[in-house]
């Protein structure tokens, strides 16, 4: 407990009406809550890291959906998981950049991410390993397994950042 000498702000001085507080203007970055959109987080290393997914699931269902098939349940498969992770990528997007998590309190949001990148990527290692032994030397499908795999190391990045975020706040929240 401290005795030192208190100031007390109040609204009137001896010298007549206090002056206004100086107006501030917050930069796109910074994101206050009167934004819509946060601009910071296009720039940001998880945004960046999110749509580097998001274009190698692309580029891998494009290149084994254009290619000749020799089993198709193996390569639909890879398929039907790199749509469902590029879906769910760009839902956890364009919730951070409209900042729907401020909104919607009732989910757990670093959970359900990191739920959602564990299952992603377990089912797309499992994909990219049945499309690449089932690829017969073919090009288009070497290449939809090999972004397969590139796509699930960067999920794997994705998951443990997530990670570490949730348990270094988490731990900073509980020591206050």
């Given at each position: 407990?401290?005795?030192?000498?208190?100031?007390?702000?109040?609204g009137?001085?001896?010298?007549?009406?206090?002056?206004?507080?100086?107006?501030?203007?917050?930069?796109?970055?910074?994101?206050?809550?009167?934004?819509?959109?946060?601009?910071?987080?296009?720039?940001?290393?998880?945004?960046m890291?999110?749509?580097?997914?998001?274009?190698t699931?692309?580029?891998g269902?494009i290149?084994?959906?254009?290619?000749?098939?020799?089993?198709?349940?193996?390569?639909?498969?890879?398929?039907?998981?790199?749509?469902?992770d590029?879906v769910?990528?760009?839902?956890?997007y364009?919730?951070?950049?409209?900042?729907?998590?401020r909104?919607?309190t009732?989910?757990?949001?670093?959970?359900a991410?990191f739920?959602?990148?564990?299952?992603?990527?377990?089912?797309?290692?499992?994909?990219?390993?049945?499309?690449?032994?089932?690829s017969?030397?073919?090009?288009?499908?070497?290449?939809?397994?090999?972004f397969?795999?590139?796509?699930?190391?960067?999920?794997?990045?994705?998951?443990?950042?997530?990670?570490?975020?949730s348990?270094?706040?988490?731990?900073?929240?509980?020591?206050?």
């Amino acid at each position: 407990m401290s005795h030192g000498a208190r100031v007390i702000r109040t609204g009137v001085s001896s010298a007549g009406p206090a002056a206004p507080p100086p107006v501030t203007v917050a930069s796109s970055s910074a994101g206050s809550d009167e934004e819509l959109m946060d601009g910071g987080y296009f720039r940001s290393c998880a945004g960046m890291l999110k749509v580097a997914q998001m274009i190698t699931l692309l580029i891998g269902f494009i290149s084994v959906n254009n290619s000749p098939w020799t089993d198709y349940s193996a390569y639909s498969f890879f398929q039907i998981v790199t749509m469902c992770d590029l879906v769910m990528i760009l839902f956890f997007y364009i919730m951070h950049i409209f900042r729907v998590y401020r909104k919607l309190t009732c989910v757990s949001w670093p959970l359900a991410e990191f739920l959602h990148y564990l299952i992603g990527t377990i089912l797309l290692l499992i994909g990219s390993i049945v499309a690449a032994s089932k690829s017969y030397n073919i090009t288009g499908l070497v290449a939809g397994a090999t972004f397969g795999f590139l796509a699930t190391i960067l999920c794997v990045i994705s998951m443990w950042s997530s990670y570490k975020v949730s348990c270094i706040t988490q731990s900073t929240n509980a020591s206050v």
